[in-house]
């Protein structure tokens, strides 16, 4: 059953698609994200009566992003939302005839009334693999008019997700198991869907939170944010704060005048054996803003520490309200830089938090946490390591969620077999050669438990067994050739939408478990696959069967020719 739109005490509610499966999370995927060709080719599928012909359609991408060697595949949940939900409603249909020739047949309208994707099958490696060039990453099956107008959203929903979760990971793999990662891109990305996107497919790729309340409240991502400049510019002095009272975290005792008792502190601060001349006048307003914030968010303060000067001002402010917070029982949550020499900063910081848990005997202060923001990508995050820093935790934004290194992925869609009958796509450039006939993918690992190659066989091929000899061969060149003797081999495609085939369904994990998957896939890669300079190739290959087979079908295919 396809998903309907009902009218409830003026709000729009979705009803769930075929198999119970909700629509997808944006309202605006819907047949009709597709472009024109897709249904002027539709229109003459159907006038040719080809219309119902099974096809068999590949969905994979070129070349790995960002320079790198592998990509993290993301997005299958959206599209099988989609597939699910996939129905024309009659304002939809009239757009179509409005939009297409006067010349074509009204049959065909009624035609796009009873499609679905009752009979579309769709296998897939499972989202949150690494998963490398040629290999499928989606096989589509289905009547040909119906498999072409499901390619452009197919493509769109699989394109950007996986981009940006392969940028996550590559993020997280330069800055480390043991940092917290957070993404604050929402206002620098590309509209709203590209905010919620980049959210989603940021965490699954390996980042720990978001400051994307929309995306927390869709996803269950958990959230992370504090105050912005604009909110220590807007105090003039702590005689603006009128609600100095702060209840002590573990009782009933309150302090009358906590403004006071952080001023008490900063003076302490001045005088200090460990801290004396560090620091001259603090900026008051800054220390007022400290103090509201904290007097707001005992138990989450976490200070933005650049607004005027970072160690003559910013952390002895902190350092005092958190000493004050301290005095009642709660812990400051940290500092975030955002601006100027990170590296430094969060060194000298790092010196003065345990100058602090020295002189005054207040346990673990020395470790309260830093975050640094400020324009980071990967080339930050790598010289801050080659540098020596002491951030415990990065946020990033416009590098991450625009993908700026890389605006696209490059994924593509082709038929590669229609009524049992293979079809190849030839170019003078072979990379765009396509690998036809339905195919079987496979992982195959080494003794180290690395995986060492990915094969491709014909649907019909017996399995590679585990310590079998097999012959695995590049696709198009015929030098390039090893033998593997496997120690573990992992089918990579599996059936997310059966159709009517009657095959058992693999259920869509939460995000939550797609983002452990991509993580310990991850970590079981071969480490100069991963590296960030010059990383090795990961090897794709054929089957030494389905090799003979593709060089028959394009010198078949391919015309020969003639010279005078």
Not at 67 to 96: H, M, P, Q
Not at 383 to 394: I, M, P, S
Request: hydrophobic residues 40%.
């Amino acid at each position: 059953m396809a998903a309907a739109v009902v009218e409830a005490n003026g709000l729009k509610k979705q009803e769930k698609g075929a198999g119970g499966i909700d629509g997808p999370t944006n309202p605006m995927v819907t047949p009709l994200l597709t472009d024109l060709y897709q249904f002027t080719m539709a229109y003459a599928y159907w006038k040719a009566g080809k219309h119902s012909e099974r096809a068999v359609f590949d969905l994979y991408f070129r070349r790995n992003p960002f320079g790198g060697e592998y990509t993290v595949f993301a997005g299958l949940e959206e599209c099988i939302r989609l597939i699910a939900n996939f129905k024309f409603t009659e304002d939809e249909i009239a757009f179509i005839q409005a939009s297409l020739p006067s010349s074509c047949e009204i049959g065909f309208y009624n035609y796009l009334r009873g499609l679905d994707c009752s009979d579309v099958e769709i296998h897939a490696i499972s989202e949150g693999f690494v998963v490398f060039p040629k290999i499928p990453l989606m096989r589509v099956e289905g009547p040909v008019a119906v498999v072409q107008l499901l390619e452009t959203p197919l493509v769109n929903l699989i394109n950007y997700a996986s981009l940006v979760a392969t940028n996550a990971a590559r993020h997280r793999f330069v800055a480390g198991k043991s940092k917290l990662l957070l993404e604050f891109g929402l206002r620098r990305a590309q509209g709203p869907d590209g905010g919620i996107g980049a959210s989603k497919y940021c965490y699954m790729g390996g980042f720990d939170a978001t400051s994307n309340v929309a995306a927390g409240k869709l996803f269950g991502i958990p959230l992370r944010g504090t105050h912005s400049h604009a909110f220590v510019s807007s105090f003039m002095s702590p005689d603006e704060i009128t609600e100095k009272s702060l209840k002590s975290a573990d009782g009933p005792n309150v302090c009358e005048d906590f403004v006071g008792l952080v001023q008490a502190w900063l003076s302490k601060l001045k005088w200090s054996k460990l801290l004396g001349g560090i620091f001259g006048e603090t900026n008051q307003s800054e220390l007022a803003a400290f103090a509201s914030y904290a007097l707001a968010f005992p138990k989450n303060f976490l200070a933005l520490v650049d607004t005027y000067d970072v160690m003559r001002s910013s952390i002895p402010n902190f350092c005092a309200v958190a000493l004050a917070l301290n005095d009642l029982g709660y812990k400051a949550l940290g500092i975030r830089l955002d601006s100027g020499d990170l590296a430094y900063q969060s060194c000298e910081a790092r010196k003065f938090f345990q100058a602090i848990e020295k002189e005054f005997g207040v346990p673990d202060f020395g470790r309260t946490s830093i975050t640094a923001s400020n324009d980071l990508n990967e080339e930050t995050l790598d010289a801050l390591n080659k540098q020596g820093h002491e951030v415990d935790a990065f946020g990033i934004g416009t590098h991450l969620v625009t993908c700026y290194a890389q605006p696209a992925l490059g994924v593509v869609f082709k038929l590669v077999e229609i009524n049992n009958q293979p079809r190849i796509k030839l170019s003078e450039d072979v990379s765009k050669v396509s690998i036809p006939c339905k195919k079987r993918c496979y992982r195959l690992y080494g003794k180290e438990g690395y995986p060492l190659v990915d094969i491709m066989t014909g649907e019909s091929e017996p399995s590679p067994k585990v310590g079998e000899r097999i012959l695995c061969r590049h696709p198009f060149n015929e030098s390039k050739r090893a033998y593997v003797v496997p120690q573990r081999v992992e089918e990579l495609m599996k059936c997310y939408w059966p159709g009517r085939s009657g095959k058992d369904r693999e259920e869509l994990p939460p995000i939550n478990l797609i983002r452990e998957r991509c993580i310990k896939q991850l970590e079981q890669m071969r480490p100069d696959h991963m590296r960030r300079l010059n990383p090795t190739p990961y090897k794709v290959s054929v089957s030494a069967k389905l090799y003979d087979f593709i060089h028959f079908l394009w010198l078949n295919e391919a015309p020969v020719g003639e010279l005078q």
